[in-house]
């Protein structure tokens, strides 16, 4: 058995048993639903029995979860993608690409308030792009307080004092890609001229 499926399996019996938690069942109910010994049920949460699919098959009949569910498998067929919102701040990131290192990319939602915050600039190493969709993005930047309404886009040294808000107390959606080494986004707009002949 390779490393993967190994992890794979090794990951079920965790998984088994917070289900079971959360539904709020005992082994010994889940025996008498799914027909496996209560020993054996036990040895699989803990990791001592590798699971098989006979018996997986009676226990995502019973929680009515999909098998892959159980077994954590990456799942296949469906286009969807399964985004995690991530909360900083006070504000919420839904991260667009999963790739560990260079450019990550991500939407951020400020969320309304009564009273716009105070800025309170922040440094740290890295390169950051950003576009309003929408709202009224107030951007502070080293020594310059800007307002970006929607189609508007910044491009920064994240080593300079910088805060995100809102300009208006307003939602502010906007996209962001962010280079941990500095990496710059390049952004082309319109044609090149053309080159001189000769």
């Given at each position: 058995?390779?490393?993967?499926?190994?992890?794979?399996?090794?990951?079920?019996?965790?998984?088994?048993?917070?289900?079971?938690?959360?539904?709020?069942?005992?082994?010994?109910?889940?025996?008498?639903?799914?027909g496996v010994s209560e020993s054996t049920l036990s040895r699989l949460e803990s990791g001592?029995?590798?699971?098989?699919?006979e018996?997986?098959?009676?226990?995502?009949?019973?929680y009515d979860v999909p098998l892959d569910d159980l077994v954590g498998a990456?799942?296949?067929?469906?286009?969807?993608?399964?985004?995690?919102?991530?909360?900083?701040?006070?504000?919420?990131?839904?991260?667009l690409s999963r790739r560990p290192g260079?450019?990550?990319?991500?939407?951020?939602?400020?969320?309304?308030?009564?009273?716009?915050?105070?800025p309170t600039p922040q440094t740290h190493e890295g390169f950051e792009w950003?576009?309003?969709l929408n709202g009224r993005l107030r951007l502070v930047l080293?020594?310059?307080d800007l307002t970006l309404p929607p189609g508007e886009a910044a491009e920064f040294d994240t080593s300079m004092p910088h805060w995100l808000g809102s300009a208006d107390g307003g939602a502010v959606e906007l996209l962001i890609l962010f280079g941990l080494?500095?990496?710059?986004?390049?952004?082309?707009?319109?044609?090149?001229?053309?080159?001189?002949?000769?």
């Open positions: 058995m390779d490393g993967e499926a190994a992890d794979v399996l090794g990951a079920v019996g965790p998984r088994l048993r917070a289900l079971r938690r959360e539904r709020g069942i005992t082994l010994a109910e889940l025996s008498v639903t799914t001592q029995r590798r699971a098989t699919l018996l997986l098959l009676p226990l995502a009949r019973t990456p799942r296949t067929g469906d286009p969807r993608i399964h985004l995690k919102p991530l909360r900083r701040f006070g504000m919420v990131f839904v991260p260079g450019t990550q990319a991500f939407k951020m939602i400020i969320p309304a308030r009564p009273e716009p915050l105070e950003l576009y309003v080293g020594e310059h080494q500095g990496v710059r986004a390049h952004v082309r707009a319109g044609a090149r001229p053309p080159r001189p002949a000769g």
